[in-house]
């Protein structure tokens, strides 16, 4: 499983694309679920977090660039993070080899994840519309149609009673 996480990220190609770039990637491209989008960012959060340690004696760095100097190593690709040595990080730093953020290429996918829940809702908002329509028509018993009909009648304030009482029924309609 791990190899087939390092692709995605090597596929994500932060180095060419940068973090917005690898963030559609992953959400539009890569073919992943909603699960394993998070998997992949766990993962890549995982080995940014193992670099901690090993790199902290690195010299010239605010906290905030070493955080973008472990997340380049892991934008790198897997062999890149596993040859890593204190040496090599120092002259990335030396050198300015490293950019502002691959983690951030992980905010998308917060985004899909907003969007899956408005459409959700909305789902879920069309399919009580259209029960309430077929309790209308007297498709689901004459109590529920009486219900409806009198849903349909009452100002906002009774509705939103009657919408409290039975909300299986009406939801959040109002």
């Known amino acids: 499983m791990e ?10 190609n932060f180095n060419e694309r940068g973090h917005n770039g690898a963030g559609l990637y992953l959400t539009n491209e890569s073919g992943l679920s909603l699960d394993g989008m998070r998997k992949v960012e766990s993962f890549a959060r995982l080995k940014c977090r193992a670099l901690y340690q090993q790199l902290f004696d690195v010299k010239g760095v605010s906290d905030d660039s070493y955080d973008d100097l472990r997340w380049q190593i892991v934008a790198n690709g897997e062999e890149f993070y596993n040859n890593i040595t204190v040496e090599k990080a120092q002259s990335m730093i030396d050198n300015n080899e490293f950019t502002e953020s691959f983690g951030y290429a992980f905010h998308q996918i917060d985004d899909v ?3 899956i829940e408005e459409e959700t809702a909305i789902n879920e908002r069309d399919l009580q519309l259209a029960h309430l329509e077929e309790c209308r028509q007297g498709k689901h018993g004459s109590f529920k149609q009486v219900l409806v009909s009198a849903f349909d009648k009452a100002d906002n304030g ?12 009406f939801g959040d309609i109002v």
């Open 3 to 12: 190899s087939v996480m390092w692709q995605v990220i090597e596929d994500m």
């Open 113 to 115: 994840e907003k969007l």
């Open 158 to 169: 009774n509705k939103m009673k009657l919408s409290l009482g039975f909300q299986n029924m």
